[in-house]
């Protein structure tokens, strides 16, 4: 009986191995793949929107997500089985030209982790592509949550306004440099009515920020400061 049982198992998992690898164009296995695809597009849009670093336009681009994984197990299903749809899809897409504007590395990537799915899923490769995409995403979640761990300094862009006083250059650049680990001077403007000083800073925790702003504060009369957090500045 256990010979039997071992056998009847392998002939399953044949079965199924033959059923989601198969070069026809099956109605009811595309649409099982066009719905497993839309699943995995939910869970790259969650993992988008909360592990990514991107500030501008996530859920404009996060729900592009879905249409290239569903278009792109469409079009690999149906030209896999046909040359001749395979040649034709390469000139096609070499009369297409694509000119959509990729601000942030980190957007290209879900876009070729969307791209992969559809491909996958579309080669009836399922099984697969869903343990390798699923574990991709938590492997790149879990990285992103260590190095926000491990990293947690900040730069800053510091501006400082205050009267034409030249000789007060020293005793700033001294302050700002006490409360940061890194203070590097980008900028310093004199005119006939006031200075104008930005120093690029890597600072640990907001304490020192206040510790700056307060200091400057005490020992000069009339300053300006105001801080910008360059770490969550969008790419231009």
Not at 59 to 70: A, G, H, Q, Y
Not at 91 to 96: E, F, K, N, T, Y
Not at 150 to 154: I, P, T
């Given at each position: 009986m256990a010979e039997v049982d071992k056998i009847k198992e392998v002939d399953v998992l044949q079965g199924l191995n033959q059923l989601w690898s198969g070069d026809e164009l099956v109605l009811h296995i595309l649409i099982a793949n066009l719905l497993i695809g839309f699943i995995l597009s939910l869970a790259v849009m969650y993992h988008y929107r909360k592990f990514s670093s991107v500030l501008t336009n996530k859920?404009?681009?996060?729900?592009?997500?879905?249409?290239?994984?569903?278009t792109t197990i469409l079009i690999i299903s149906i030209v896999k089985s046909s040359l001749a749809l395979s040649l034709g899809l390469v000139?096609?897409?070499?009369?297409?030209r694509f000119r959509t504007p990729i601000k942030e590395p980190e957007e290209l990537a879900y876009l070729f982790i969307s791209i992969a799915i559809g491909l996958g899923?579309?080669?009836?490769?399922?099984?697969?592509?869903v343990f390798a995409s699923l574990l991709i995403l938590l492997m790149m979640g879990f990285m992103k949550k260590?190095?926000?761990v491990?990293?947690?300094?900040?730069d800053y862009y510091l501006s400082i306004d205050m009267d034409n006083i030249e000789g007060d250059l020293p005793s700033i650049v001294e302050i700002v440099s006490s409360h940061s680990a890194k203070a590097d001077m980008r900028r310093y403007q004199v005119s006939e009515d006031f200075t104008n000083i930005v120093f690029f800073l890597d600072i640990e925790?907001?304490?020192?920020?206040?510790?700056?702003?307060?200091?400057?504060?005490?020992?000069?009369?009339?300053?300006?400061?105001?801080?910008i957090d360059q770490s969550k500045m969008p790419a231009i």
């Open positions: 859920s404009t681009i996060s729900r592009v997500f879905p249409f290239i994984i569903l000139g096609a897409l070499s009369i297409v899923l579309g080669a009836n490769q399922t099984i697969n592509t260590k190095m926000d491990s990293n947690s300094s900040k925790d907001v304490a020192s920020l206040n510790a700056i702003t307060q200091e400057l504060k005490q020992k000069h009369e009339g300053v300006t400061v105001s801080f």
